[in-house]
Nanobody
Framework: QVQLVESGGGLVQAGASLRLSCAAS????????MGWFRQAPGKEREFVAA????????YYADSVKGRFTISRVDAKNTVYLQMNSLKPDDTAVYYC?????????????????WGQGTQVTVSS
């Protein structure tokens, strides 16, 4: 069973950068597509970014494209989310997730393992 632990969240001002990390243990991390989602108060959890195993193809929500970068180091069982030019609208709890290889990678239903989340707060 895959266990995921996120870290790197915090309180920053608009325009700043943060890098989130997600450490995985158990299971076959290197063969799973990994995703980042976020959930703001009163809103549904939404897709942020995903990265395939192998070739490492990446996918982004339109709202973060050009500002966020997802990457992975399989030797460290870790996936990262580099967030630049942060905006107040980026404020949310950010979750790392491991895909089950069925379903769309932009849908929460396709992910079977989730971390506990890390809070990102961007002040204006």
């Amino acid at each position: 069973q895959v266990q995921l632990v996120e870290s790197g969240g915090g309180l920053v001002q608009a325009g700043a950068s943060l890098r989130l990390s997600c450490a995985a243990s158990g299971g076959t991390f290197s063969r799973r597509t990994m995703g980042w989602f976020r959930q703001a108060p009163g809103k549904e959890r939404e897709f942020v970014a995903a990265i395939n195993w192998g070739a490492g193809s990446t996918y982004y929500a339109d709202s973060v494209k050009g500002r966020f970068t997802i990457s992975r180091v399989d030797a460290k069982n870790t996936v990262y989310l580099q967030m630049n030019s942060l905006k107040p609208d980026d404020t949310a709890v950010y979750y790392c997730a491991a895909h089950l290889s069925v379903g769309r990678i932009t849908d929460t239903a396709g992910y079977g393992y989730w971390g506990q989340g890390t809070q990102v707060t961007v002040s204006s």
